[in-house]
């Protein structure tokens, strides 16, 4: 999703039919704005598969609570990229770091006339529709912490994460790579970091700051025993999660495909269509690896082995995040490939979680580091176009063994750390604080009640709804009990 590099079509702009005259170039623009509004529809339709993953993953009485912030992190994300996200993002004039202008919409070419393009971001034929494609993936990077931090974190902090991350660290990283006076879009001996739809941009840096939060946070209570070893937490529906799984399925699959931002150009729909089939096929080999290796691992170690659903979605998933990086330059066969070996590192991330007594309930820094770090690194080892020289493609290391085709890896592994640490430091500082503080963490007492009464006093599944459906006295138990719990509440805060 080069921003720097979209182009309206080069066809004539109008064509003679008898008396009348077609535009082309505006039936184009029509077209490549439809196209990036449907498609970007459906990136922000992958929030309800976010808030569904995440609610099935955690135990009920979180329930209400997870799928708020979901519904935060579209409301937050709104608001701080019209504000100030898109400006350092993509605002132009920028430097090789931040972009500094339309700020609020501001300084835009409201004319609404059609003389723009889709590709001109400073006049309202290109802004607006760009400005809501970039937001939906915005407020992507941002749900990716929500699950790592599940179940214990203090709402007010994950606030102020929210804020932070779509306003500031998101978009400068968006700027570096996808931006044309970007630093990564302009490497020495004109290198381009090669991160089609994000693996890096948008699922490293989600990962990395999940990762981060969840170590600061701490595991759950009773996640793990005495001695370090896993006490298995299983959340309250696999048919939620599963719900939520195949939303985020068809959802990727607009997330890649429409990062291609244009349709009406020669050959746009040829590209997308490989990106609809390499994402699936990536995210299969993934996820058919996973759940082999999962049940056939613990066999062969003779301990209780099982097909795994949750492994299997998390695992497909993890190799559609791997497909973000270059789906649009490599042949299915290397999508498999890539599945593969994505599906081996989210599996290598999930038990190194574990042993670190890192708790992360979704397996986020597993789906969306392991697999971004695998993808951002091999496509340029597949790509079959890959760096250009002298205005020709030169192929990636297999299909070119040009000597900058090695140079790109390099300079996509310089991009992938850069991001890893650009965006552990300000986590880092941020979660740091909030701990400082005292506002990243619930209370003790609150964590083993469940947040969704203590802190919304909207419990998902309130148990005097099933009143006639439960016995009687289930019922008024459970009405007692609350009425105790908030006796408490306002007992403490007097």
């Not at 968006?174 to 020495?188: E, R, V």
């Not at 840096?205 to 170590?215: E, H, K, P």
């Not at 993808?375 to 790509?383: A, D, E, N, R």
């Amino acid at each position: 999703m080069d921003l720097a590099n979209e182009t309206s079509s080069t066809s004539p702009t109008t064509t003679a039919v008898g008396s009348n005259e077609i535009d082309l170039k505006a039936i184009q623009n029509g077209l490549d704005t439809l196209f990036l509004l449907v498609c970007g529809l459906f990136v922000l339709f992958m929030q309800a598969g976010f808030a569904f993953l995440e609610a099935g993953s955690v135990r009920a009485k979180n329930t209400t609570n997870i799928i708020l912030k979901n519904v935060v992190d579209v409301w937050m994300a709104a608001l701080t990229y019209w504000s100030i996200g898109w400006a350092f993002a993509y605002g132009e004039p920028g430097n090789a770091f931040i972009g500094h202008n339309y700020f609020f919409a501001s300084n835009i070419d409201n004319s609404f006339d059609g003389t723009g393009s889709v590709g001109d971001t400073g006049t309202a034929d290109g802004y607006y529709v760009n400005w809501f494609f970039q937001f939906v993936f915005t407020a992507t990077a941002s749900t990716i912490v929500s699950g790592a931090m599940a179940e214990r974190t203090e709402f007010k902090g994950y606030l102020g994460y929210c804020f932070f991350l779509t306003a500031f660290v998101y978009p400068v990283v968006s700027h570096w790579g996808w931006s044309a006076d970007g630093w990564l879009q302009n490497g020495p001996n004109e290198l381009v970091f090669k991160d089609f739809a994000g693996s890096a941009i948008v699922h490293i840096t989600g990962g990395t700051a999940a990762f981060v939060g969840a170590v600061l946070l701490g595991p759950r209570i009773g996640r793990f025993d005495a001695q370090g070893r896993p006490v298995d937490s299983p959340g309250h529906s696999v048919p939620i999660a599963a719900l939520g799984a195949f939303i985020l399925f068809v959802g990727f699959l607009a997330f890649n495909g429409g990062s291609q931002l244009s349709i009406s150009n020669p050959g746009d729909g040829a590209v997308v269509s490989l990106v609809f089939v390499n994402t699936i096929i990536g995210g299969s080999s993934s996820a058919i690896l996973a759940l082999l290796v999962f049940k056939f691992w613990y066999r062969v170690r003779g301990k209780e082995n099982f097909w795994s659903l949750l492994i299997t979605i998390n695992a497909g998933l993890a190799g559609m995040v791997s497909m973000c990086a270059g789906s649009n330059d490599i042949y299915p066969w290397a999508a498999f490939v890539i599945g593969l070996i994505a599906g081996v590192a989210f599996l290598c991330w999930h038990s190194l979680m574990i042993k670190l007594q890192i708790d992360d309930p979704l397996d986020a820094v597993a789906v969306h580091f392991g697999g971004g770090m695998a993808g951002i690194l091999l496509t340029p080892i597949f790509s079959f176009n890959g760096q250009e020289e002298n205005g020709e493609y030169v192929g990636g290391i297999i299909y070119g063994g040009h000597y900058k085709a090695f140079q790109g890896f390099g300079w996509n592994l310089v991009g992938a750390l850069t991001i890893t640490a650009w965006t552990a430091a300000w986590s880092l500082l941020l979660f740091g604080a909030m701990k400082l503080v005292g506002i990243l963490r619930v209370a003790e007492d609150i964590e083993i009640a469940g947040l969704d009464v203590a802190k919304h006093n909207e419990p998902a599944y309130p148990v005097i709804s099933y009143q006639g459906f439960l016995p009687d006295q289930e019922v008024n138990k459970s009405i007692e009990d609350l009425r105790l719990t908030q006796m408490e509440k306002h007992s403490k805060k007097s």
